[in-house]
T-cell receptor, first 107, second 118 residues
């Protein structure tokens, strides 16, 4: 089945810095790459996604980049704010989630 | 309305009890899911329903029994659970359904039902 590896497992940044989280997938037929944010006590919520026909997508301070040759996609958060602190998951098209990254933004 | 509503939010049950978790969405989505999430772990897929039919069962023990009474409702019936089944149970829905029977595109999650088995 689909396998997705996510790194790092924890990430601490100063407010205003950038954060990058990377996921590597195994199925070369994958064509949809989402990122979810889970805050304490809540279900995961989609924050950005990308399809395989584009290499990058941006939404304000959040961007996702895709390298289909290397089979990895990354979440980029710029100008981090304390409210960005949460657990972030990538997901593979076969409904498998990465292990998660705990992001802490220190003010 | 872009919500997935799960009840109850918290449930404590003994190993001999029978209980049910409920999930409802009114977005017209045709795929619905149950995920199990243990502390500090990612959600793990349990079941997928597409067009009210069970399309994926990830080898879940029979003490968990899903049911989809109609396109808006999804239940998870619980019986003879073990303490290791204690977890957050998340329901999700999606608009698209793939040929393989799984959803495609964004998953909309509820806030979960936190289950404790004593």
């Amino acid at each position: 089945g689909e396998n997705v590896e996510q790194h790092p497992s924890t990430l601490s940044v100063q407010e205003g810095d950038s954060a990058v989280i990377k996921c590597t997938y195994s199925d070369s037929a994958s064509n949809y790459f989402p990122w979810y944010k889970q805050e304490l006590g809540k279900g995961p919520q989609l924050i950005i996604d990308i399809r395989s026909n584009v290499g990058e997508k941006k939404d304000q301070r959040i961007a996702v980049t895709l390298n289909k040759t290397a089979k990895h996609f990354s979440l980029h958060i710029t100008e981090t704010q304390p409210e960005d602190s949460a657990v972030y998951f990538c997901a593979a098209p076969k409904l498998v989630f990465g292990a998660g990254t705990i992001l802490r933004v220190k003010s | 309305d872009t919500e997935v509503t799960q009840t109850p939010k918290h449930l404590v049950m003994g190993m001999t009890n029978k209980k049910s978790l409920k999930c409802e969405q009114h977005m017209g989505h045709r795929a619905m899911y149950w995920y199990k999430q243990k502390a500090k772990k990612p959600p793990e897929l349990m079941f997928v329903y597409s067009y009210e039919k069970l399309s994926i069962n990830e080898s879940v023990p029979s003490r968990f029994s899903p049911e989809c009474p109609n396109s808006s409702l999804l239940n998870l019936h619980l019986h003879a659970l073990q303490p290791e089944d204690s977890a957050l149970y998340l329901c999700a829905s999606s608009h698209g359904v793939s040929l393989a029977g799984a959803g495609t595109g964004e998953l909309f999650f509820g806030e979960g039902s936190r289950l404790t088995v004593l």
